[in-house]
């Protein structure tokens, strides 16, 4: 007999669960067995006793939170059918950040995709998402709102560059979350022609190293640090930094900073606003509104479980779309994570 | 409609002042007539465009897409014309392309057309922009652009384009209308300063700084005069030529709503006082509270019974003009003599002065500060009696010392996104009071008072004490052991029917957040009784 899929999956405290399996999908607190999609902190967090990731997720966690943030970890390859309990799992591609992965679980017929935070646009840091068939498909909903479409992240790379050429006298401060936004921005840079130094935070650092290790090629990085230069070297520049850095003392050491911040949310003016943003740039990791709905009917799932974000306009367009949706209520994943 | 789009992204996202005057004063160089002048008329919200309202393009987007979608996209985004901008679907079959025509075109045939024709004009345009360019068209459509541009803004970036002082400009606005040919004409010297046509014009008014602890020491008594602080609007009445206008302080021309007030103008000139509800009583003028004004507030028409029951006031503060004679550049105390003089010979239902108070020292007005004879006072302003009539806040000529605001402590009940800047955040508050033990009653609603960072802090709390949510609202765990306590700040309160509590504050506001209170520790709804027995 073919299970339930609530059954196969639940959402409990700590995240979502699998009973037959008797582990967790990202889960926010420490637990004995976790399957992690991606390295962001929300998703992967310190303290498990067993992880199962992508290789590349796992070096991500071990670059954060050290070699022992977990008690044992085990490395899934893409597409590599591995058995727990009395369910079978495999990892295939997001396209969210390097190593970033949905999770497929499946039982006696019954195949739920967990698919974590992902973007099916091409992006040169990371694997292409592939939709896989499933029964139940778990999506995301962090840009789940019509208005938000995704631009050309090349033509938005554009506008930076034209606004550095049109204020040579002033650094752009481009805030990039470390991982994966900071390693996409800067090789769209890259790809759009400028070959200049960059100059980065130190938060982004290892994670650049890490990148460049694993083959995306990020040109020439230099720390953002005093000892670069004078006050004036920095005039022209683009500098790249987590957006939290841009409010500390750290800025201070820019010549009249012109602030930038790439993000999903800058499509929404007031969002740019409220951070001080002089030049939003609306460059996300995650599906736009366009592109779940694709996703959604790609995959063609008999049923859609929405989670993180605004689940009830993704659980609406499913209605009517005649597609069975429901929200699944999970806690603790940042709202504003891209 | 790209140049336009391109200004309102920069003026949106550029924080500074001077950065803005400057791409402002760049666009007025750059861009003919009459494109500037239409643009600059809408970034002044002085351009009006029947054809086409919110109401319509609501239904425009309303035929395109889920009503329920887009009720949860504008709830979100907080704009309308934003909203509709970036969720507009785009007609595979017309690949959008900025040719929609200029912003001059699109005014004037906007103008031109019936209410009928202007919605499918628009939807047409709207197919064949892209998201900044549908921006920018129906911002121009419908105004507010919530983008820190004051008409004072927009007027000083005239001045320095045009070299001229600013209060020119103010001066001669009301007379002007859109593309303003004549007015640029003479910024860039190719004509004569327009003659200002509109009769009665409004004058910029004088404002004053909220006093100091340490001013008191630095200025003598002796050199300055005192009266109440009204709890009204301040309103200028102006009459030349026959013509009566009422304007606000900011120069919005009121006149509309207040006719019964209007039309006793009866004088050559123009005074600066406080509009109020009130009439001649028995034992002098009865003065109503705020609440009785609000009653004839933003109303574009007025009703017989309106105007019976809430008959509109003006108590005289100053006098700016008495007939052919500019009177700003005398000092305070003699144009306060010209006042008494003046205001006497007026209708004494409509008019009267607002009494200077007689005092020997600071601490004597603080007496009189304390304790009000009615309770539409709201403090004591101080004014400099050598000081002549300036347009703006100059330094240390008036001040106003208000009363002390009333205080409670309430418990946070529900939390509202906001719209504009903090849409995304939970910024708008329901707090309560207890009226029986364990049992709170919700008293007023307050969004702001709080800093950038506790906002960030209250809105966790929300989020992470979240019972229940409906739309935009979500109700916040509140009981005696747990809940998040404001003090909230308040300048007056009134009964009230409407609300389930009896009671309606005035201006309410956070003054601090408790987090150390218990809730069980809040204010009890017969403390806020007691205040209102206290105003009456």
Redesign the interface.
């Known amino acids: 007999m073919t299970p339930r899929p609530e059954d196969l999956l639940v959402p409990r405290r700590e995240g979502l669960y699998c009973p037959p399996g008797d582990f967790f999908i990202d889960p926010v607190r420490p637990v004995d067995r976790a399957l992690i999609t991606h390295g962001h902190a929300d998703h992967a967090r310190a303290g498990h006793g067993h992880v199962l990731a992508t290789p590349e997720t796992l070096d991500i966690m071990a670059i954060r939170y050290g070699a022992d943030h977990a008690g044992a970890t085990q490395p899934a390859e893409l597409g590599e059918v591995i058995r727990i309990g009395d369910v079978t799992v495999s990892f295939h591609p997001a396209g969210h950040v390097l190593g970033s992965a949905q999770i497929a679980v499946e039982r006696g017929g019954m195949r739920i995709v967990a698919s974590g935070d992902y973007k099916p646009r091409p992006d040169p840091t990371c694997a292409r998402f592939v939709p896989v068939a499933c029964d139940v498909f778990i999506t995301e909903a962090t840009f789940a709102l019509p208005v938000f479409r995704h631009p050309d992240a090349a033509a938005e790379i554009d506008r930076l560059l034209r606004s550095v050429a049109r204020n040579p006298e002033r650094a752009h401060l481009v805030g990039v979350y470390s991982l994966g936004k900071a390693q996409r921005v800067i090789r769209l840079i890259r790809d759009a022609g400028y070959e200049k130094p960059l100059y980065i935070h130190g938060a982004l650092q290892r994670l650049c190293d890490y990148y460049e290790s694993r083959g995306v090629a990020l040109g020439d990085l230099r720390p953002a640090t005093v000892d670069a230069g004078a006050k004036g070297d920095f005039a022209g520049a683009i500098v790249l930094g987590p957006p939290s850095a841009f409010g500390d003392r750290w800025a201070r050491r820019f010549p009249d900073p012109l602030v930038s911040f790439a993000s999903g949310w800058m499509q929404v003016r007031a969002r740019a606003r409220q951070r001080g943003v002089e030049l939003p740039l609306v460059i996300s990791d995650h599906a736009d509104w366009d592109e779940l709905a694709e996703t959604i009917t790609a995959v063609a799932p008999s049923e859609v479980w929405v989670t993180h974000g605004r689940e009830e306009a993704l659980v609406r367009w499913c209605a009517l779309n005649g597609i069975a949706a429901r929200p699944l209520h999970l806690v603790g994943y940042e709202d504003e994570g891209d | 409609m790209d140049r336009f789009a391109d200004l309102l992204d920069t003026l949106?996202?550029?924080?500074s002042r001077n950065a803005k005057l400057t791409l402002l004063a760049d666009y007025l160089r750059r861009v003919p007539d009459p494109e500037r002048g239409y643009a600059l008329a809408a970034l002044a919200r002085d351009l009006d465009i029947p054809a086409v309202k919110p109401a319509q393009l609501r239904e425009l987007i309303g035929a395109r897409?889920?009503a329920?979608?887009?009720a949860?996209?504008y709830d979100?985004?907080?704009?309308l014309a934003?909203?509709i901008a970036?969720?507009w679907?785009e007609r595979a079959s017309i690949p959008s392309r900025n040719d929609a025509p200029g912003v001059a075109e699109v005014v004037e045939t906007l103008q031109a057309a019936s209410r009928r024709e202007g919605p499918a004009l628009v939807e047409a345009w709207l197919d064949r922009l892209d998201?900044p360019g549908r921006y920018a068209l129906l911002k121009l459509v419908t105004g507010g652009f919530?983008m820190g541009l004051s008409a004072r803004l927009i007027k000083q970036a005239l001045a320095g384009f045009g070299q001229v002082e600013v209060n020119e400009i103010e001066e001669l606005w009301h007379g002007l209308a859109p593309p303003y040919l004549d007015l640029f004409a003479w910024l860039e010297g190719t004509g004569d300063k327009p003659v200002n046509a509109a009769a009665a014009p409004f004058r910029p008014v004088m404002l004053s700084h909220a006093i100091d602890e340490a001013d008191f020491e630095r200025l003598d008594p002796a050199d300055f005069a005192a009266e109440w602080k009204w709890d009204g609007i301040r309103v200028q009445a102006v009459s030349e030529r026959g013509i009566n206008r009422l304007y606000t302080r900011t120069g919005d021309d009121i006149s509309a709503s207040f006719p019964d007030l209007v039309d006793a103008i009866a004088f050559d000139g123009a005074l600066d006082g406080e509009l109020l509800v009130a009439r001649p009583g028995e034992g002098g003028v009865e003065t109503g509270s705020f609440s009785d004004l609000q009653q004839r507030l933003n109303r574009k028409t007025v009703t017989a019974k309106q105007v019976r029951e809430h008959p509109a006031f003006f108590r005289a503060y100053d006098i700016l003009q008495d007939g052919r004679e500019d009177l700003r550049a005398l000092p305070f105390i003699a144009r306060r003599a010209r006042l008494d003089a003046f205001v006497a010979g007026l209708d004494p239902a409509r008019f009267d002065c607002s009494p200077l108070l007689d005092f020997a020292d600071w601490d004597e007005l603080a007496r009189l500060r304390a304790d009000p004879p009615f309770a539409v006072i709201e403090g004591v302003m101080i004014k400099r009696k050598a000081a002549p009539y300036l347009p703006g806040r100059p330094k240390g000529e008036w001040f106003k010392w208000k009363r002390d605001p009333f205080l409670i402590d309430a418990v946070l009940m529900y939390a509202q996104r906001g719209?504009?800047?903090?849409?995304?955040?939970y910024s708008d508050y329901t707090f309560g009071v207890w009226r029986e033990p364990g049992e709170l009653v919700p008293v007023g609603k307050a969004y702001f008072g709080f800093t950038d960072e506790e906002l960030l802090k209250i809105d966790k709390y929300v989020?992470d004490n979240t019972i229940e949510r409906f739309g935009p609202v979500r109700s916040v765990r509140a009981g005696p052991d747990k809940g998040l306590v404001f003090e909230v700040a308040f300048e007056g309160i009134n009964r009230s029917s409407r609300h389930k509590s009896g009671v309606a504050m005035r201006f309410p506001r956070i003054s601090r957040l408790r987090w150390d209170k218990p809730p069980a520790e809040a204010d009890r709804l017969e403390t806020l009784e007691r205040m209102i027995d206290g105003e009456d």
């Not at chain 2, 979100?76 to 704009?79: A, C, L, N, Q, R």
């Not at chain 2, 719209?419 to 955040?425: E, F, I, L, T």
């Open positions: 949106a996202f550029t924080p897409m889920d329920e979608l887009f949860y996209s979100y985004v907080g704009d934003e909203t970036l969720a679907p998201p919530r719209h504009g800047k903090r849409s995304g955040y989020r």
